[in-house]
Each structure stands twice: as C-alpha cells, then as structure tokens.
C-alpha cells in the first residue's frame, strides 16, 4: 500500500512540477485564465474533502473499537460527502463547457455579453424648452483616442482586458489535474463502499481493521492533493 500511494505522490508530483514550467514560461495565461474558476465552489469543495477527511479517521477510529454500526454510517457520510464534491466539481464542469472554456482547439470563449442587448427601448419624449445662451455648455473633446495602443496591433478598449494568447492552456491544465483528481475521487467511493458490505458482514473489530485503516490512508491523500490543487489554480495572484 506504501508503495502504491508512492507512486500516487509521484504521478501528481510531476504534474505539479509541469504546472510551474507552464506557469513560469506563461504567467500572464494563468493571472488572466484563473479568474474565470468559482472561488466559492472551489472553497466550498475544499471544506466537503475536510470534513470527509474528518469522517474517515473516525471511521477507521470506530473499526478499532469494534463498532460496527457506526463504523457503517461513517464510511456512508464519508461516500456522501464525496458525491457532494463530485456534484460540485460537475457544477463547475458544466459552467465551463457552456461557455466555451476548454483545452486545446476545444476553447471557444462565449463570455462577450452586449448590454445593449439586455436594455429596453427608451419611448421618444419631447425635448424641453430651454432659453437660448451664448455660452457652449458642451465639453471639448478629448484629444486622441482613448485606450492602450501597441504598435502593430489593434488598440484594446479602455476598461477591458484583451485576453493573452494560448488562454487553452491553462484550462488543460485545469482539467487534466482536476479530472484525474477526480478519477481518484471515485475509486475512492468504490473502495469506500467495498469496505461498507465488509463492515454490514461484520468482518472488522479490534483484532482486524487493516483494509479500512489502508483505504483511510487513501483518501487522506486524495485529500491533500485537492487542498494543493485550490491554491494553486483558483488563488494564483
């Protein structure tokens, strides 16, 4: 078990080693991209895997003790919570997809929204009657265009944001990371389940718990590896 939860650490360290290249050669993509993850949702998932953390080690606590019906219900709560995650991360999922925030050819950004669009028609009203004055009330206008412009390339509008190239990137690297998180995610659940038909059996008590002493283990680590993967994609400044 030591040795396959070695190489677990292994395979997300290299993918964490890759999100720094990626990062350092294209700051810029990741500043930019990150802004459009849910910050909510990704805190919100982060307290769902401590509190299942927290449901499994009292899990493995109750098979020490012998205590299978507890031991039952908390590796239930602990599967609920990681449908729960599951749910959520799908939520997020789902968002991106709608609009278009994908990986490599896939990323088809659907964010420009008109205002004028949303706006009602305005009814005509006849003007006021004003006195007539000399003066020009009206203010001279700004000298030159207003905006950043960059020889050789189009001016950006003052106020927005012209997106960096390669955006694709970032959300690769969103997905594969959060995608295979979430594979892991799951075959916890089924290892978590496996252990609740061998509880319902009665098969573990104080001489033998191992198997849900090695699955806690597990899921510690899927846990941790989220609480690495928060920061590190939503929280990048």
């Known amino acids: 078990m030591w040795i396959f939860l070695s190489t677990e650490i292994l395979l997300f360290g290299g993918l964490f080693c890759a999100y720094a290249v990626y990062r350092s050669n294209h700051p810029e993509i990741f500043v930019y991209a990150h802004r459009f993850l849910d910050k909510g949702l990704g805190a919100l998932n982060t307290a769902v895997l401590i509190c299942s953390s927290f449901t499994m080690a009292l899990a493995v606590r109750a098979a020490q003790l012998g205590r299978q019906k507890q031991l039952v219900g908390l590796l239930l709560a602990t599967i609920a919570l990681a449908g729960c995650f599951l749910g959520i991360k799908g ?15 896939r990323y088809h950004a659907r964010l420009e929204q008109p205002a004028a669009a949303a706006m009602p028609a305005a009814k005509p009203s006849p003007a006021p009657v004003a006195n007539p004055d000399e003066r020009s009330l009206i203010p001279p206008a700004a000298v030159g265009p207003r905006g950043l412009a960059v020889p050789g390339r189009a001016a950006t509008p003052e106020g927005g944001e012209k997106p960096p190239n390669d955006v694709q990137v970032f959300f690769a690297v969103y997905f594969l990371m959060t995608g295979l998180h979430g594979v892991h995610v799951i075959a916890g ?6 252990m609740v038909l061998r509880a319902v059996r ?21 846990d941790l590896i989220w609480i690495f993967l928060f920061p590190l994609l939503y929280l990048i400044r």
């Open 91 to 105: 939520i997020e999922y789902e968002h991106k997809w709608k609009e278009g925030l994908l990986w490599g050819k």
């Open 189 to 194: 659940m089924a290892l978590l389940a496996l």
């Open 202 to 222: 009665g098969e573990f008590g104080p001489a033998y718990f191992t198997p849900v002493d090695l699955t806690g283990l597990y899921w510690h680590l899927v």
